[in-house]
């Protein structure tokens, strides 16, 4: 049994709170406490072994290290935003009551609209309750904290109050620890640490804004866990939610306890309260306002506690550069004339009063201020306090403090010597500031912004990073397990978010406004030639590894030629020694530098600097490999797909799961996505990358959440025979599916509700359907010998059924611009139509030996010239063509994938081997760099398509499965990549690796401790 020690003490700091203006709350908790008390006294032989045994506990929590369970520092409570005294008294107790109560509901809903109080009401119980001892954990999503971050929290924080929570997390194993998968996370962190805990008294997690977690579908997930497992926790845990209404949020808590902030009685009474508090201290009215000030402000404030809150803190703050004789009676003034609707639009022109006044139209220079210093504060990714903003924006900090400081009605951490991270007091002022039509002259250009943060995050990488930044002590170990100094916030920042600041600037929408200065080139050049490296360090330590491709691969497509070459080459790397990397920093110049290939530009660049490293004497790469990595399965391949932005490959297998996979690393991201009850043979990425729909034997259509691997809808129902593809159409709102029963069925993506009837008219099994890219359209082919085109918003057949081929049509696919359909038939012919005479344009293309499973169009819509592609020894099974249109992959029976040239049709470089089983499917990355395979053989491998380099599997030797050399006691001493790894042997100090002979010259090889002289000083 835990027990919680509330003794004899909690009486009295009961009393001590808020709570002392009700007598009879206060007698309930008396009588309630003394219940415990006495369940204590009852007990009494054993309490000082308890309390001992606490000490012990604590001396023991000192061991345990919790660091790598997820964690969102910034989403505590701040005392500073709970209720005035003797405001929201009736909520308050309402929900107090609830907390100590005996209803069997574990969930408390507060929903109320923008500006009504519900946050304020939320930091007022956390902070009541963590003053008695029972605040389990806050989580407030406004302060940047994500639905992926919540359980950890929760668990952590717990771990704190219940040292048997500290001890069940402690023994929670690290891939376990680093699940992205939320419904593992409540099980790990929060179901398997509380199970069977016998705890004393009520333990309250308060969960605040639900509808600003940023990601509404996770939050929901998350929500729904919470809702459907919450019996299983101790029934003395206690959940205050609160929220904007949101059907989604609601349905997802059918069994909570409810409550509407607008309906709560006395809410015009309490923000008078407030008014008079703030303007009318100990009953004297601020000098030089009228009488009649509070009650007119109130009068106006409506229901909206922001609008009270803005409108005093304007009228008592003392602006420095405002005119000679601007009273406050003035500025109420002009708040009570402007002020003529109780509404959210009433709230936008308090904002635009209040603002004009702190930065009237003659002060040119104090408005180009605001906005270079509240500008960043909302494009930033994370919120930074006015000492590390300084530090970024390369600005005084006495600059930035003069500017907000004024901003108190509206951001919070701007007060004079705060170090708390700068935030929107509320998100309906980021709402206002945004909107252009609505600011105005304060209107902040988000672009502008995400440009400035990209030039001052490199240039602060590029002045403040070294070798050895964060000072570790050791190569043997991983960077969990060994002491480091963490890096600063900004440097945090500046490392993780410039590509996203770069990602930004390259969308569609703000590409024409950016625009890149001599001064970027400067910086990019500095950056990849001079810290590359040490930027690699910092992103291992904070297990950021996964932003470092896809930022690198921005930049490329950004610069010119030379740079671009050096960024593709460093996104190489990364991609390639990602592993070693993303477990101990140091392994970047003791494992990856030293193994790079010659041609390496990143390689050629700062091998100078490496004085003390091994050297490959014999058996070093001349370029990056063709296969980049290996990712072994649990069961055959049957599909895989890229997702639009490359960092991720889905697949599908005939374990009946889909597997996500790090298109960098080739680590698994969470666990397999289970639901389906047969084979799964087909999976897609939705046109945004945010949802994965699969199709499966058990005749059903999954949708998934690609980033929480969460089901979002479904099982969709309805196919009465097996699913064998499903598709996306361009806009992501439906999809489509074919099935063994001979029909296509469209459905809504976001409800799983079907569209429309079954699209019926085939004779035979649907194997391949395709949206057209306008998406208007749909075609099909089904083992009946045709190719059917349907109107995807009637559910219509588009003219007749085309013919020709003479037998099953295995793949249909349109071309980028629509106007053409190919097939691929076990007639093995490729036949290309014209989409809207559906006449043959060219074709039959023969000479595939066996049945043709899947075709591609090119990018560019043309038709195919030349003659047959030859060249596979057995059945080809897919085909797909280079974004770029230059190129085609085949996957065949043969084991072997095949690039072509597609203008010449001539194969480009040997055949790429190393599957030991026929490959099913082949696909490009969005970018063209690489391509992925699946096989039977239960792998998934990554080639690099620029080398096609051949590469043959090689198994490990000594070494374990992931590829680290390890000492007998389990150090890392180095990481060997794949192809130098079979038939290891080590005699003395040479290493002979595998049949790719290599031979490692170890004399001047320093590791341990001594790491840090592999560099130059």
């Not at 949802?691 to 690609?706: C, F, L, P």
């Amino acid at each position: 049994m835990c027990a919680l020690h509330l003794h004899g003490i909690i009486v009295a700091r009961a009393c001590k709170q808020a709570f002392k203006d009700t007598d009879e709350l206060i007698d309930k908790y008396k009588a309630k406490f003394e219940e415990y008390r006495r369940a204590f006294d009852s007990n009494n032989i054993h309490q000082i072994q308890i309390e001992c045994i606490q000490i012990m506990d604590k001396l023991e929590q000192m061991e345990i290290d919790l660091k790598d369970i997820p964690y969102a520092a910034g989403a505590s409570f701040q005392s500073s935003k709970a209720c005035l005294p003797g405001t929201r008294k009736a909520l308050l107790d309402e929900i107090s009551q609830w907390i100590i109560g005996d209803k069997k509901e574990q969930i408390f809903l507060l929903t109320g609209g923008a500006g009504t109080g519900k946050s304020t009401v939320a930091h007022t119980i956390a902070r009541q309750f963590k003053d008695l001892g029972r605040l389990g954990s806050p989580f407030f999503f406004g302060t940047g904290g994500t639905p992926l971050e919540l359980f950890g929290t929760i668990a952590r924080d717990l771990s704190a109050l219940i040292p048997e929570v500290r001890a069940r997390l402690s023994k929670v194993d690290t891939s376990s620890r680093n699940t992205p998968d939320i419904a593992d996370q409540f099980k790990y962190f929060l179901l398997d640490a509380t199970s069977g805990l016998e705890i004393v008294g009520p333990v309250v997690i308060v969960i605040d804004a639900l509808d600003e977690s940023g990601d509404i579908h996770a939050c929901k997930r998350c929500l729904e866990i919470l809702a459907n497992n919450i019996h299983l926790l101790p029934p003395s845990f206690r959940f205050l939610l609160t929220s904007r209404p949101d059907p989604n949020i609601e349905k997802a808590l059918p069994q909570a306890c409810k409550k509407q902030m607008e309906r709560v009685q006395g809410t015009s009474r309490d923000i008078s309260e407030y008014i008079f508090a703030t303007l009318k201290p100990q009953g004297k009215l601020l000098e030089g306002l009228p009488t009649n000030t509070c009650e007119e402000l109130a009068k106006h404030a409506g229901d909206l506690f922001q609008w009270a809150s803005v409108a005093c803190n304007f009228i008592k703050e003392q602006v420095e550069w405002e005119e000679a004789g601007v009273l406050p009676s003035q500025k109420f003034s002009q708040i009570i004339l402007n002020a003529s609707r109780k509404s959210t639009q009433d709230l936008n022109g308090l904002y635009r009063e209040v603002l004009n006044r702190l930065f009237p139209e003659e002060r040119e220079a104090a408005l180009r201020l605001f906005h270079s210093f509240v500008g960043p504060i909302l494009a930033s990714y994370q919120a930074l306090s006015m000492k590390s903003l300084s530090r970024l924006l390369s600005e005084p900090l006495e600059n930035i403090q003069e500017v907000l400081k004024f901003m108190g009605p509206f951001l919070d951490g701007v007060a004079p010597k705060s170090n708390l991270p700068i935030r929107p007091l509320h998100q309906s002022f980021y709402e206002f500031l945004t909107t252009s039509d609505q600011a105005g002259r304060f209107f902040i250009n988000l672009n502008a912004h995400h440009q400035m943060l990209l030039e001052r995050s490199l240039d602060l990488i590029n002045h403040d990073l070294t070798f050895n930044y964060c000072r570790l002590q050791t190569s043997h170990k991983s960077n969990l397990d060994q002491k480091y100094d963490e890096p600063s916030v900004e440097i945090s920042y500046a490392c993780q978010y410039f590509g996203k600041h770069l990602e930004e600037l390259q969308m569609p929408q703000n590409s024409q406004s950016a625009t890149r200065t001599p001064q970027m080139d400067t910086l990019v050049h500095q950056f990849l030639t001079e810290k590359l490296l040490a930027w690699f360090e910092v992103l291992s330590i904070l297990r950021r590894l996964d932003v470092a491709c896809p930022a690198l691969l921005h930049l490329a497509r950004w610069m010119d030629s030379e740079l671009c070459s050096f960024a593709e080459d460093a996104a190489q790397f990364i991609l390639y020694f990602g592993l070693p990397i993303a477990v101990s920093a140091p392994h970047i110049y003791l494992s990856a530098m030293p193994f790079a290939p010659s041609t390496s530009l990143v390689a050629q660049n700062y091998q100078a600097s490496l004085v003390k490293a091994l050297t490959v004497t014999e058996g070093k790469l001349n370029k990056w490999p063709a296969q980049q990595m290996a990712i072994h399965t649990q069961s055959v391949v049957h599909s895989l797909a890229f997702s639009p932005d490359g960092r991720c490959i889905a697949s599908g297998s005939w374990d009946n799961t889909v597997r996500v996979w790090n298109a960098q690393t080739g680590e698994p991201v969470g666990v397999p996505l289970t639901g389906h009850e047969a084979q799964v043979n087909s999976v897609a990425f939705s046109p945004d990358g945010k949802y994965i729909a699969s199709g499966s034997d058990d005749k059903t259509i999954r949708v998934w959440n690609a980033e929480t691997r969460e089901p979002v809808v479904g099982p969709l129902t309805g196919h009465e025979n097996w699913v064998t593809s499903v598709a996306f159409s361009p806009d992501g709102k439906y999809i489509a599916s074919g099935s063994w029963d001979n029909t296509i069925r469209l459905w809504n993506a976001q409800t799983g509700e079907p569209v429309g009837e079954p699209l019926t008219g085939h004779e035979n099994w649907v194997t391949s359907v395709a949206f057209s890219p306008d998406g208007k359209y749909i075609a099909s082919g089904s083992w009946d010998n045709t190719i059917r085109v349907w109107n995807a918003q009637t559910g219509e057949p588009v003219g007749v059924p085309l013919t020709g081929h003479e037998a099953q049509v295995n793949s249909v696919a349109f071309s980028p611009d629509g106007k053409y359909i190919a097939s691929g038939s076990h007639d093995k012919t490729i036949r290309v139509w014209n989409a809207e005479t559906r006449e043959p344009v060219v074709g039959p293309l023969t000479g595939h030996e066996l049945g043709v499973s899947s075709v591609a169009i090119s990018p560019d819509g043309k038709e195919p010239v030349g003659e047959p592609l030859t060249g596979h020894g057995d059945l080809l099974n897919s085909v797909a063509f280079s974004p770029d249109g230059k190129y085609i992959a085949s996957g065949s029976d043969d084991k072997t994938i095949r690039v072509w040239n597609a203008q010449t049709r001539e194969p480009v470089g040997e055949p790429l081997t190393g599957h030991g089983d026929l490959v099913n499917s082949v696909a490009f990355s969005p970018d063209g760099k690489y391509i992925a395979s699946g096989s039977d053989d239960k792998t998934i491998r990554v080639w690099n398509a620029q080398t096609r380099e051949p590469v043959v599997l090689l198994r490990t030797a000594i070494l374990d499965e992931t590829g680290w050399l390890r000492s007998p006691g389990g150090d890392l001493l180095l990481w060997i990549p794949p192809v130098h790894r079979k038939g290891f042997l080590r005699p003395n100090a040479l290493f002979v690796i595998g049949a790719h002979q290599t031979r490692l010259n170890l004399d001047n090889f320093v590791h341990g401790e001594d790491w840090v002289k592999c560099i130059a000083k």
